[in-house]
Antibody, heavy 115, light 110 residues
Framework: QVQLQESGPGLVRPSQTLSLTCTVS??????????WTWIRQPAGKGLEWIGR???????NYNPSLKSRVAVSLDTSKNQFSLRLTSVTAADTAVYYC???????WGQGTTVTVSS | QSVLTQPPSASGTPGQRVTISCSGS????????VYWYQQLPGTAPKLLIY???KRPSGVPDRFSGSKSGTSASLAISGLRSEDEADYYC???????????FGGGTKLTVL
């Protein structure tokens, strides 16, 4: 059974870049026809889709974040990653990695943007 | 402001049947499958319903999903205290080329 685990810094300074990695276990990230996806949730608020990457490497991003976000794939490490540039306090949230159709989720990692 | 519209709260007593609605548009619910998630406090969302009305293995048949036009519903029958959680609907939006979510419904079991 596929499992996902997020990792990365819990604290990021304003204007810096947020970088997170999702490690996939129990299956190959490049097998099957899946999109690998990032979603976030500010404390006490709802879910926001950030973006996704297909096993071929093609990507889609939330239009509201598109200018600041990049999702990449590292098949050799069975990982996919998120980069979000020029962060502000509004980017403080729990970040989840998931597999489409959003049936498998990581446990989530809290990222706080603060000086 | 979420693209999909859910009531912020719902409630029921043990054993009751509760329904949570999710309203969208032709670019999302009207053309694509609806998914429902249950989120217990401090945990990741859990898939309850996929492809409008299908249950993953392990999800009790007390949970059911339906869709008509640009609206969908999640029904929970035989309500139990452990069903107290936040519930979210989601769908792919063809116009935005993005997944969109409802704002979530907090279910209270009285």
């Amino acid at each position: 059974q596929v499992q996902l685990q997020e990792s990365g810094p819990g604290l990021v300074r304003p204007s810096q870049t947020l970088s997170l990695t999702c490690t996939v276990s129990g299956g190959s990230i490049s097998s099957g026809s899946y999109f690998w996806t990032w979603i976030r949730q500010p404390a006490g608020k709802g879910l926001e889709w950030i973006g996704r990457i297909y096993t071929s490497g093609s990507t889609n991003y939330n239009p509201s974040l598109k200018s600041r976000v990049a999702v990449s794939l590292d098949t050799s490490k069975n990982q996919f990653s998120l980069r979000l540039t020029s962060v502000t306090a509004a980017d403080t949230a729990v970040y989840y990695c998931t597999r489409e159709p959003l049936d498998v989720w990581g446990q989530g990692t809290t990222v706080t943007v603060s000086s | 402001q979420s693209v999909l519209t859910q009531p912020p709260s719902a409630s029921g007593t043990p054993g009751q049947r509760v329904t949570i609605s999710c309203s969208g548009s032709n670019s999302n619910i009207g053309r694509n499958y609806v998914y429902w998630y249950q989120q217990l406090p401090g945990t990741a969302p859990k898939l309850l319903i996929y492809s409008d009305n299908k249950r993953p293995s392990g999800v009790p048949d007390r949970f059911s999903g339906s869709k008509s036009g640009t609206s969908a519903s999640l029904a929970i029958s035989g309500l139990r205290s452990e069903d107290e959680a936040d519930y979210y609907c989601a769908a792919w939006d063809d116009s935005l080329s993005a997944w969109v979510f409802g704002g979530g419904t907090k279910l209270t079991v009285l």
